[in-house]
Antibody, heavy 122, light 107 residues
Framework: EVQLVESGGALVQPGGSLRLSCAASGFTFINYWMAWVRQTPGTGLEWVANIKQDGSETYYVDSVKGRFTISRDNAKTSVYLQMNSLRAEDTAMYFC???????????????WGQGALVTVSS | DIQMTQSPSSLSASVGDTVTITCRASQSINIYLNWYQQKPGKAPKILIYAASNLQSGVPSRFSGSGSGTDFTLTISSLQPEDYATYYCQQSYLSPRTFGRGTEVDIK
């Protein structure tokens, strides 16, 4: 059974940093791209970042470029999201998700974790 | 960014009803459209990918259609466990954007 378990969510002050972790199990981790997706009541679901199987390619939504870094440790079957210079608008539930490709262009998130809540507030 | 517009934003339906949710993209996205279901307090779950392909394990009462800019999710014979929020997501261009969701509740 595929399992994705996030940790690291917390209350943090504006301008602060936080690192989310996602421990994966139940599948061959090195075969998959991984992603972070966030959700807020106000803006809904928003894709945040993707990382390739070997970590050689990463992609980000414009609103987090230069502030967030996605990484992975294939030996530990884990993916991470380092979040710096946090803003109030980064407050959200952050989900780790496995990326499944249908073809070279279309992909979808076929397994999700339970989420980690990040609150940015003074 | 490609904007995804879902309608309606909410609907009420009875068990056994057929429910139709639409999703419109701000530009053509071919068939690069996915549908997710989310229940309160849970993560989204993939239902349909590439507009009409049913994810393994998803009941056949769920179906998707469309191409270009207009897409439809249909739930035939609504079941109690189908009360949830449904989201479309385009996978044509980055950033892969989602619709704002359609909440299906009990009539």
């Amino acid at each position: 059974e595929v399992q994705l378990v996030e940790s690291g969510g917390a209350l943090v002050q504006p301008g602060g940093s936080l690192r989310l972790s996602c421990a994966a199990s139940g599948f061959t981790f090195i075969n998959y791209w991984m992603a972070w997706v966030r959700q807020t009541p106000g803006t809904g679901l928003e894709w945040v970042a993707n990382i390739k199987q070997d970590g050689s390619e990463t992609y980000y939504v414009d609103s987090v470029k230069g502030r967030f870094t996605i990484s992975r440790d294939n030996a530990k079957t884990s993916v991470y999201l380092q979040m710096n210079s946090l803003r109030a608008e980064d407050t959200a539930m952050y989900f780790c998700a496995r990326v499944k490709y249908y073809d070279s262009r279309l992909y979808y998130f076929d397994n999700w974790g339970q989420g980690a809540l990040v609150t940015v507030s003074s | 960014d490609i904007q995804m517009t879902q309608s309606p934003s909410s609907l009420s339906a009875s068990v056994g009803d057929t429910v139709t949710i639409t999703c419109r993209a701000s530009q053509s996205i071919n068939i690069y459209l996915n549908w997710y279901q989310q229940k309160p307090g849970k993560a989204p779950k993939i239902l349909i990918y590439a507009a009409s392909n049913l994810q393994s394990g998803v009941p056949s009462r769920f179906s998707g259609s469309g191409s270009g800019t207009d897409f439809t999710l249909t739930i035939s014979s609504l079941q109690p466990e189908d009360y949830a929020t449904y989201y479309c997501q385009q996978s044509y261009l980055s950033p892969r954007t989602f619709g704002r969701g359609t909440e299906v509740d009990i009539k």
